[in-house]
């Protein structure tokens, strides 16, 4: 294995602390088909806790297209200062939902309303689970997404959809201070054939009016013609939203980013330790400098990437 890119003496990350999970809290929820059930996780220690909301990909993994997945990602963001909340979202296998019905296979429109509903209640979320009594900063909230969850919190930071029935749709969750998406779809007019004919709605995608500031993190390897032709596709949140919007191009990662997805991952075809490292801190330090711009996190991981003999990845900003 190549030397790391990000020195672990020099990345301004403090020690891991111990965590706690909690799951699943439930909710019955008017027009959901199913209860909206969501994992839990935090510091065991610590006060004005920063949230951050984590949602999953579509996949075609059983169980880490749920609140039991991205444990790589939920772990780290927890034991350095976040209470993780996840969803499972209705286009989760893990439901067995009829991809044919209103909402069609992705629940595109559900996903960002689960983010919503949270929200709403993170006193009854507060009151469940033991360990968070008091904790809770609830005016620092911040969301992270991956494939169709990146989709979702690009709804939530602003994007419009255009829904296959012309409808156009607003999304947007204005409690969120700053927002990650790795490898999110990309613009709807480039949407490839396959893609267009079994997910439609994604032809809807505008970024124009998604005002958040977001780390767009998309691997130069993450490529698929059935989605679309064009090589830089899971960039197009950064390409055609608005400023503010940080672009990170991870050299060599394919679509699980060195397996953000779960440990040992069968659906994890560049797993690479090195990277989903990098890809924990990159993302963590983003946030952490989002919420606080006194936070040297991120600016210093970006001067470690510019110095490196072999870097990771690539930073652009607008």
């Known amino acids: 294995m190549s030397e790391p890119s990000l020195k672990p003496d020099r990345a301004p990350v403090p020690a891991a602390t111990p965590t706690l999970s909690y799951n699943p809290v439930r909710f019955d929820v008017p027009g959901r088909i199913a209860p909206l059930e969501l994992r839990v996780t935090a510091p065991a220690t610590g006060e004005a806790l920063p949230i951050l909301l984590l949602s999953h990909g579509h996949g075609a993994s059983n169980y880490l297209s749920s609140s039991r997945g991205y444990a790589p990602l939920v772990d780290f963001y927890a034991a350095h200062g976040f209470v993780v909340i996840q969803p499972t979202h209705q286009d989760s296998k893990t439901l067995a939902l009829d991809p044919t019905g209103p909402e069609g296979p992705l629940f595109w429109r559900s996903r960002a309303r689960d983010m919503h509903f949270i929200l709403d209640h993170l ?15 609830k005016d620092r ?8 969850g990146g989709h979702t919190v690009c709804l939530l930071a602003g994007m419009r ?3 296959s029935d012309g ?14 998406v790795f490898g999110g779809p990309g613009d709807g007019k480039d949407v490839a054939a396959w ?4 997910y439609p709605d994604l032809k809807g995608n505008d970024f124009s009016t998604m005002t958040l500031p977001m780390l767009v993190v998309a691997g130069d390897k993450d490529f698929h013609p059935f989605f679309s032709e064009r090589q830089d596709w899971r960039a197009d949140a950064y390409r055609l939203g608005p400023a503010p919007k940080t672009l990170l191009t991870v050299f060599g990662a394919e679509h699980l980013y060195g397996g953000i997805s779960g440990y040992d ?9 090195q990277r989903l490292a990098d890809m924990q801190r990159l993302s963590w330090a983003y946030l952490r400098s989002a919420l606080d711009p006194q936070d040297s996190a991120w600016p210093v991981v970006v001067e470690e ?14």
């Open 265 to 273: 991952a069968k659906e994890a075809t560049d797993e690479d330790p």
């Open 305 to 318: 990437l510019a110095m490196a003999e072999r870097p990771v990845a690539a930073v652009q900003n607008k």
């Open 167 to 180: 409808h156009l749709v607003d999304l947007t969750e204005p409690r969120l201070k700053a927002a990650v």
């Open 123 to 137: 006193d009854a979320i507060e009151a469940a689970v033991p360990f968070l009594a008091g904790r809770l900063a």
């Open 195 to 198: 893609a267009a004919e079994n």
């Open 161 to 163: 959809m255009t829904d």
């Open 141 to 148: 909230v911040v969301a992270v997404g991956h494939s169709l």
